[in-house]
Every structure is written in C-alpha cells, then in structure tokens.
C-alpha cells in the first residue's frame, strides 16, 4: 500500500452499503485501504471474502511485475460484534489477521489513532455508538447509518464539531446536498459557511423514488406482502432500508437527518418525487435558482466522495449513459398515502426524544413485518401511537436516548404481541 493511503474502518462490511465500499476502495488505485471490517453475524461471508481479497491481492502483483505477492488487500483486523456468531470459518483465515468480538471492541477500535476515516454502515440504531465512539476521539466519519443523526440528533453534531471530527453524509441525497451546497461554505464539521447557508438557502428539497407502492390503488396497501415490499424499483438495499422506502419512512428519517447534518429548520426541508432515482436531492436558493447533483442510482459515488472529499477522482461508479434518451419526472408527494412524511417532518421540527422513539418504534416494527407479524400499514401507526404516548424530552443526554430506545422498543413489542 502507498504511504499516503487513507486507513478506513469498514463497520457493517458485509452490508449492501459495505460491499459497495469494499468495491470503492478496490477501485480507488491504493487511495484507501480497508484495514478493518466488522461484521455482526457473517462471519462465512467475511472469511469468503477475504479468501478472495488474498486471491485478488496475489494476481495483481503479479500482473504488474511489483515484487513478490504480498496479502496487501487484507484487513489488519476484524470484529465480530455479536460474540455468539458461529467461529467455525475464522479457522479458515490467513494468519496474522487480528480478530475480536463484541460492541466495545468495535467503539475502542475506531478510536485507534491510526485509523483516518470510519465508514459507519451499521443498520439502526446499534449504529450509534460506534459512531459516537468515532467522533469522541475526533474521527472523520463517513456516515450511511442515518439512525445516528435520526436518534442522536444535535447531539452528534456538537459532538463532533466540539472534538474536531466531521461527519460527512453517505446517504445520496445528503451527499447530494452536500456537493450542492458547498458555494455557500458549508463544511462537515458543522461550520455553516459564517451563516451563509442560512442567509441565501430557501430549502433543501430531498428526492424520493416513492418506493414500489408510488402507483398502487390505495387501497391495496392493506394487502403489501413482505416480498412486495423488498421489490425496489431503482436501488438495491439491505432489508430494513427497502421496507422503510416502502413505507417512505426512509423519506421521514432522511428529512430528520437532513434537520441535524445542515442544521436547518424542518420548514426549509422539502420532498418531491422522483421516481428515476437520478437527481439525488436538489436546493433551492432564495433568488429562485436551483441546483441539483445527478448521477445513476449508484450509492459507491456518495461513498467515494465521502472518502475522497474534498478531492474527486475517476473512480467505479456507473455513468450516465447520454446516447440514450432520459426523461426526469418529478411528483408531489402524496402525504396521505404516505403518513410517515408529515411524521418525518413533525419530528424533525421539536427534536429531542422524539428521534429515537420513532427510529425504535419503526425498527421494531419492520422486524415485526419481515417476520409476518404486523400488516404493513401498521408500520407508521404504530410509530404515531407510541410518538403521542411516550413522555418528550426536549434536552437528553446521550445515555438518556439509549434509555429511551430501550423503553420504545418495549412498548412497540407490547403493542404487537397485545
Ligand atoms: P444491511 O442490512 O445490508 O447491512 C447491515 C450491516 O450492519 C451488516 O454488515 C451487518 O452485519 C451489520 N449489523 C447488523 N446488525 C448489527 C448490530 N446489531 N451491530 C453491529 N453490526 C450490525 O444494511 P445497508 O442497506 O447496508 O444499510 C446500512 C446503513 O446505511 C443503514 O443505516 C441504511 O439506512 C444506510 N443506507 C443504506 C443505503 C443502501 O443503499 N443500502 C443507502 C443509504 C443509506
Ligand atoms: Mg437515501
């Protein structure tokens, strides 16, 4: 590896957002090196695929005539978070690879002083703490795990700008914004260009697909099997992310992300449809100009820019292809089809607890879903319910939200097993 490769921790590797930046960093001609993958559970996966990082790192030494093959793809270290995965396949592993298990390892890792970036691509809530753990010791964190900012909020931004960490966005509208927004000074370390983005952004307008059910009979949402709604008409995703894009509560966690990353008030925070998924998110500027970023619905470009900010190189990603004809639609959302918007944007609006019982609720009752248990119109009623139930807190501690997750997951189980 270069000298100058930037050392990135891969935490939720074996994810759709962590097979896409193994392949950013494969392509990214030795800019980046994984040095470690986490993974909760895969451990066959991730013996699979280092077998044939090994394999690749071998050929293409020998390919280019550089010296004697070396294992220089290979992760230094791997977690495994949940420490009752089966260990069996970690027998199959080339030797010196460092191996460790549970959450706490994975939150002392990414504060190692020889890590540069840390790709947070956990799923849910479990994402936060190492998020956390990153931005306590001053990390660049390139961030996929939306839950983070959903649950955390303010408080993961004054974290890191309080530390000299940043939090760059990996979801593509955020990095969409992002790249828009930087002609008014913005920065991910929170420093808002000396209120520029404030003074001359009428709003930021996020995009959304409008998921598999954007022209379905209303009434035949009553009847969504779990197939149904895993069927993604542009992106392909893990589980819980596709069945939040069913209900568009991706849409509603993604207006709350967009509240906290930009600190912008959720009246300035829109949505339009858009179901070619090629405009990532669009602002609008209070002159009336509007600028949009546009590429394929390939989330290794949001990736990449997340590790290579503020540099851009080739790269892997899909291109557009401008030999063949394309026509971009946009639609307003139909907020009474889609309940969770307007609860997307009630709790990006008084923040607080409020974050983290949805995001709680909403987990709990996609796994519910997935598992047959709950219909999928009851997905958004349920986070409602419990929003309205549950005791708001305007100023938490952090531990205090982790306390708050705990109580919502309760409540939402009771109410469906009830
Ligand atoms: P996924 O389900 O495909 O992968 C999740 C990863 O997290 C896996 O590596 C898994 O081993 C790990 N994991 C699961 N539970 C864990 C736990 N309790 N503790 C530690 N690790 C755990 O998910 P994904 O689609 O890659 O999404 C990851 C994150 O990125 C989510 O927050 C999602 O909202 C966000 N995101 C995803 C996409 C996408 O295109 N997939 C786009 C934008 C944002
Ligand atoms: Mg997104």
Not at 27 to 44: I, Q, W
Not at 357 to 372: H, K, S
């Amino acid at each position: 590896m270069s000298k100058n490769s930037r050392r990135v921790a891969v935490l939720g590797a074996s994810g759709s957002i962590g097979r896409s930046a193994l392949e950013v960093v494969a392509g990214s001609d030795s800019r980046f090196e994984a040095v470690m993958l986490s993974v909760h559970r895969s451990t066959d996966w991730l013996v699979e695929q280092i077998c044939q990082m090994t394999v690749r790192g071998v050929s293409e030494r020998l390919k280019d005539g550089r010296g004697k093959p070396q294992n220089s793809f290979l992760p230094e270290t791997i977690i495994i978070t949940d420490p009752s995965a089966d260990r069996t396949p970690l027998e199959n592993l080339p030797p010196g690879i460092e191996i460790l298990f549970g959450q706490d390892a994975l939150c002392d890792y990414v504060r190692r002083d020889d890590v540069d970036i840390v790709l947070s691509a956990i799923v849910g809530s479990a994402g936060l703490r190492s998020t956390w753990a990153a931005l306590e010791a001053g990390k660049t964190v390139a961030l996929a795990n939306k839950e983070s900012l959903v649950m955390g909020g303010s408080l993961v931004t004054d974290l890191a700008r309080k530390n000299g960490g940043r939090v760059i966005p990996v979801d593509s509208e955020h990095s969409a914004i992002f790249q828009c927004l930087r002609e008014t000074g913005w920065e991910p370390n929170g420093n808002d260009g000396d209120g520029e983005l404030h003074r001359t952004v009428e709003r930021i307008i996020l995009t959304a697909s409008g998921g598999p059910f954007r022209t379905w009979p209303a009434d035949y949402l009553a009847n969504v099997t779990v197939t149904d709604a895993l069927t993604h008409p542009t992106w392909s995703m893990g589980k819980k992310i596709s069945v939040d894009s069913a209900t568009l509560m991706n849409k509603a966690l993604e207006i709350i992300e967009a509240r906290w990353l930009f600190n912008m008030p959720a009246s300035k925070i829109g949505v339009v449809i858009h179901p070619q998924s090629v405009i990532h998110s669009l602002v609008e500027f209070v002159d009336g100009a509007i600028i949009a970023q546009m590429s394929p619905p390939d989330m290794r470009l949001p990736i990449q820019w997340a590790l290579t900010y503020p540099e851009r190189y080739e790269g892997n990603a899909t291109r557009m292809d401008w030999a063949k004809p394309l026509t971009l639609e946009f639609f307003p959302p139909d907020m009474e089809r889609f309940p969770a918007l307007s609860l997307g944007l009630e709790v990006a609006a008084v923040g607080g607890t409020a974050g983290a019982v949805v995001n709680a609720v909403n987990e709990v009752a996609v796994d519910a879903f997935l598992r047959r248990r709950l219909p999928f119109r009851h997905i958004t009623t349920l986070c409602q319910q419990i929003l309205k139930h549950h005791d708001y807190e305007m100023s938490p501690t952090i531990e205090r939200l982790f306390e708050i997750d705990w109580w919502a997951r309760e409540e939402a189980s009771r109410w469906i097993s009830q």
